[in-house]
């Protein structure tokens, strides 16, 4: 989700912002690990679309949006 499905213009993405989608989507991917690892609940539900949303509002900003 981090590379070319969250961009909408053609200009590329530096290295370090392709390194920065890398490691948000990582942090994503452990967290919702974790919260799958504790259990499901209405509340971990909660606590992993809000990560997604913190994900997608980061990947936003890193690639100048």
Known sequence: MADESVRNSNKPLSQEQQ????????????????????????????????MEQAAMWAFRQIIGK
């Open 19 to 50: 390194m920065l989608l890398t490691e948000v989507q990582g942090l994503e991917t452990d967290f919702v690990n974790l919260c799958s690892r504790i259990g499901k609940s209405r509340e971990l539900s909660l606590a992993i679309t809000n």
